[in-house]
């Protein structure tokens, strides 16, 4: 399926290859603008490269810095209570392609998502249930990051 | 006890076909949740299935049917990990969430795993998303 993305105005910029904004990095956090046509082949697409660039993938409305609903703001704190604040996030109220574009890529249909390894995780319910279970630390721990967590519950049992 | 003929000319909204309830809504008030309900009944065969409609607590007009959270506890969820379970729910609801429901918070449980935990999640305080959400706006003009 092909998926059109059209470019805003204030959106374009010169002097890239035309993929990709590159917008500020606070906090460690890269945020990008998808725009360009999908191929055919969703896991060959720029949006099936950009969930594998970085280990940790969401797509929210806002930032981490000010997030701008509660269940984006759910995930954004989950990571950080983990200690995961190396991550890229998409911020889709800055583009109604991109949001759209990510509901039909990951056959989702609300906002926000979560990638761990180019693998699509779920929701804020989803992540939220991980984090109470505990599943979450073991899958940050399959991607290499040792959860804060884990050394929050070892200064308290040497308490 | 009426005789029967009289019954049967009596028109049909004098009869009581509705149980009575709290409020005074009605399903053709509220036809999202309705047919939320409908679908989570006919296609998951729940146990146990609670809709709460959570537009109020939410940056949108009063009345609306645009956040939900619903709790469907089905044997069809036995041995399905949570994305699965999540997605069987959102194909239900693929109409719903392609028209006005906006946001859908979902809590998925075996019979088992409700029992042993029979409590309904809540959902995180709004942060004004849908004021900044053009997506919402042109929702609701079109609406």
Redesign the interface.
Known sequence: MNHLFRLSAGLLRSGTSGLYRRGPVPEGHVSLVVARLFSSEPENSELGQLIKKDKVVVFIKGTPAQPMCGFSNAVVQILRMHGVDDYASYNVLEDQDLRQGVKNFSNWPTIPQVYFNGEFVGGCDILLQMHQNGDLVEELKKLGIHSALLDANKDEQKK | MLPLFRLARAPLTSLRLLPLRACSHTPMDRPVESSIRAKLSRTLAPTHLEVRNESHLHAVPAGSESHFRVLVVSPSFEGLP??QR??LV?EAL?EE??GSV??????AKTPQQWSSDPSL?K???????SK????MRLRSDRE
Do not use: K
């Open positions: 949570l994305v999540h997605r959102n693929r969430l392609a906006h946001a859908l918070s979902i809590q999640a959902s995180p305080p709004c942060m004004g998303g900044h959400d053009p997506g």
